[in-house]
C-alpha cells in the first residue's frame, strides 16, 4: 500500500525556517522521482519542487533559491529545507511521487505570519 507521511510543519514568522521530512512506504522509492507540493487556501495543488532518482532538482520561480529539497534513497524519505519564508508560503505541504500518485498523504500545516 502506498503511503506518504508528513511531518515537520509549523508556524513560524516572515523570514523564518522550516524543514519538511516525508517518509515513503509501499513503493520502490530509489527508482522514483518525488516531488514536495502545496495547497494554499482556497487555491489548487500546485508543485514546489521535484527531485529526480538521481538527485537532481527542479523548482518553481516561487522556491527557488529559498527552498531546498533532498532525498535519502536508504531511508526512503524526501525533505524540503525552506528558509526566508514568506505570508504566500502559508499552505499545506504533501510529497508524493512526480508526477504525483492518486493516493496523498495528510499533508503538513505551513504557516507563515508576524
Known amino acids: 500500500q502506498v503511503q506518504f507521511v508528513e511531518s515537520g510543519g509549523g508556524s513560524v514568522q516572515p523570514g523564518g525556517s522550516l524543514r519538511l521530512t516525508c517518509s515513503a512506504s509501499?513503493?520502490?522509492?530509489?527508482?522514483?522521482?518525488m516531488g514536495w507540493y502545496r495547497q494554499a487556501p482556497g487555491k489548487q495543488r500546485v508543485v514546489v519542487a521535484t527531485i529526480t532518482t538521481g538527485g537532481d532538482a527542479v523548482y518553481e520561480p516561487f522556491a527557488r533559491g529559498r527552498f531546498t529539497i533532498s532525498r535519502d534513497n536508504i531511508q526512503s524519505t524526501v525533505s524540503l529545507q525552506m528558509t526566508n519564508l514568506e505570508p504566500e508560503d502559508t499552505a499545506v505541504y504533501y510529497c508524493?511521487?512526480?508526477?504525483?500518485?492518486?493516493?496523498w498523504g495528510q499533508g503538513v500545516q505551513v504557516t507563515v505570519s508576524s
Open positions: 509501499g513503493i520502490s522509492f530509489n527508482i522514483r522521482n
Open positions: 508524493n511521487q512526480s508526477p504525483p500518485w492518486p493516493k
